[in-house]
């Protein structure tokens, strides 16, 4: 019957050479048992729905077919674990290698936006071509039959502390990493800053003083850094020792950018034309005051970072 | 998922453990596939298809059973029976499936 012919066709196609003839044989021959069974109940030849039912009875083609193959899997149950694990190590290195490597011109390109939507589409793209490798590096071993033992191997003197306090929300660490790069971004665009008021019905122009040139490089640096350890914590969703110690470094660096910020003779330089006004001391005092204000609690907030850091720290 | 849709899930799950057990033990008497499911239906033990047939062929890769095609009412069909690993294995997962039973038997009882 073709039908039945069709099926069988369906079924071998999924099978590799040596399975075809004998799995083809066998599968026909308890087709034939079944009609066989059934015509002899009803004392009458199988009509075609009949027929049909017994091939649905079996299984689709692909799936009969993947029973009788023994690579059930792409990556095993036994592997599965590693596997994952694997993956998100992969990844995530991944997305912070293409990160670093777009960030000097995303900085320099001046359209930060298209360029960080274009970032996006490259990690997707590194991301794919990585998950593929990973996989296939699996699949291999799967395949030439290296057992997962190696994998598994531990010795509990050298176990990670996995606190469930010291888990860190992914979130969280997301929203992190994004404020630090815009701050980054922004940093360097300050450099430039040139700021335009309105000043007793004038356009006035007011400018950072040279020394916050100074500092340019070291804050580049301890951005940069936060960046990475952000990345790494996002990979790794909890603290380590490590990671904790290198975020308390970089707050305590910070705090003291903030002191050199701090004692500056100036932060910004009037032209002439405000200076010589009568309210410009008002002016001086407010900005002056803005300023303290603001770096005081960027100060305290790093203060507060990195005791966070050392309570955390006892608990490992 | 309701309390129904649990027991089928467990439900396979715990035939599943036992399936190849049943079989080995179905083939210590000679059989064709579809005499196989036919007895295993007669016994209780509904087993689908599509898992039957490719078990007892990856048990025969296996070694734990042995094939021949012969003829039968006129139409060719494939025996299987235990090998003599087969035999053996089959008696060590007895006296484990004894020895899981009676301690199951125990815990359910208290």
């Known amino acids: ?316 | 998922m309701t309390a129904s849709e649990h027991y089928q899930k467990l439900k396979l799950e715990l035939r599943r453990g036992v399936l190849i057990l049943a079989v080995l033990s179905a083939l210590q008497k000679e059989h064709y596939g579809y005499s196989l499911r036919k007895i295993l239906l007669e016994q209780g033990l509904e087993i689908d298809e599509g898992t039957l047939y490719p078990l007892i062929r990856r048990l025969e890769k296996q070694g734990l059973l042995t094939s021949e095609w012969r003829e039968e009412s006129g139409r060719k069909k494939r025996f299987y029976i235990l090998s003599k690993i087969g035999v053996s294995t089959l008696n060590q997962l007895i006296q484990d499936w004894n020895q899981v039973q009676q301690s199951l038997n125990q815990i359910i009882k208290q």
Not at chain 1, 159 to 183: A, C, D, H, M, Y
Not at chain 1, 278 to 300: E, G
């Open chain 1, 1 to 316: 019957m073709r039908m039945i012919a069709n099926y069988l066709s369906q079924v071998i196609h999924y099978l590799t050479e040596e399975q075809k003839q004998e799995v083809s044989d066998e599968l026909e021959s308890i087709i034939n048992d079944k009609l066989e069974d059934l015509e002899q109940q009803q004392s009458k030849p199988a009509d075609e729905q009949q027929v049909s039912d017994i091939l649905i009875s079996l299984g689709h083609p692909i799936k009969i077919a993947s029973a009788y193959r023994n690579d059930q899997y792409l990556i095993s149950p036994e592997f599965f674990p590693i596997y994952r694990q694997a993956l998100i190590y992969a990844l995530g290195l991944t997305a912070i290698v293409v990160a670093l490597l777009a960030l000097p011109s995303i900085l320099s390109s001046g359209h930060i936006i298209r360029s960080s939507i274009q970032l996006v589409f490259s990690v997707i793209d590194a991301a794919l071509v990585s998950f593929a490798a990973v996989t296939v590096a699996f699949y291999l071993q799967q395949k030439l039959n290296l057992s997962s033992e190696f994998w598994y191997k531990f010795d509990p003197k050298s176990l990670n502390n996995l606190n469930p306090k010291l888990k860190i929300s992914r979130l969280e660490t997301g929203f992190e990493f994004i404020t630090i790069v815009l701050f980054l971004a922004w940093w360097n665009d300050l450099l430039q800053w040139s700021n335009e008021i309105n000043f007793a019905g004038k356009t006035l122009i007011i400018n950072l003083s040279d020394a916050w040139q100074a500092i340019t490089i070291p804050v580049n640096i301890v951005l940069t850094a936060s960046i990475i350890v952000t990345v790494w914590q996002f990979i790794l969703g909890r603290w380590q020792k490590f990671t904790l110690i290198l975020d308390s470094i970089l707050n305590v660096l910070s705090v003291i950018l903030v002191v050199l910020i701090m004692r500056f003779d100036h932060w910004v330089v009037f032209n002439e034309a405000i200076m010589q006004h009568p309210k410009f001391d008002k002016v001086l005092t407010a900005i002056n005051l803005s300023f303290s204000i603001s770096l005081v609690i960027l100060a305290m907030v790093f203060l507060a970072l990195t005791i966070g850091n050392i309570l955390k720290l006892r608990k490992i």
